[in-house]
């Protein structure tokens, strides 16, 4: 299949349809919900799906389906971070045991982990320039879903503690 990948229809709504095209009625709809984070997501990855959650599930963009594709940004994330403290430590040259002077193998790492970043950060309508995009109205759901949000992360306290 030739063109870019299809916008799902929520992120249409959200940017106002600037294409004018007819959106597709029989898309199926899934109930908006937080999927469980993995096992293994590292301490980084799981900070970051809890920070970025609330952000999709506000816009409805995430469902239970959507487990795996914000698992990869997650750990994409973590990885980058990672790489990035690394290179702050060590720096981005080093010097081989031969004495050769080659670029950190974080770098590389880093820049993978961004490219895996923006591609799953696309799909979910949160890079910069998928934001720009963007015009959500306000609505009165905000107190229901910090409310729902709230009692989901005391549930997975309790049940974690």
């Given at each position: ?75 994409a994330y973590g ?57 959500v109205e306000d ?14 992360t005391e549930r ?6």
């Open positions: 299949m030739r063109g870019p990948k299809p916008k799902p229809t929520q992120l249409k709504i959200i940017q106002g349809n600037p294409g004018k095209r007819a959106l597709n009625k029989n898309e199926p709809k899934p109930n908006c919900g937080i999927p469980d984070p993995p096992e293994h997501l590292s301490e980084r990855a799981l900070k970051e799906w809890k920070r970025i959650v609330p952000h999709l599930l506000a816009n409805k963009l995430l469902t239970h389906l959507d487990m795996a594709a914000l698992s990869a940004y997650c750990v990885r980058w971070a990672e790489a990035e403290l690394s290179i702050l430590k060590t720096g981005k040259i080093i010097k081989t045991h031969k004495g050769n002077i080659i670029q950190s193998p974080m770098v590389g790492i880093a820049n993978t982990a961004m490219l895996l970043m923006d591609r799953f950060g696309v799909q979910f309508g949160y890079t910069p320039s998928a934001r720009v995009r963007l015009s609505s009165d759901d905000t107190d229901e879903m910090a409310e729902f949000l709230k009692r989901a997975k306290e309790v049940n974690a503690g």
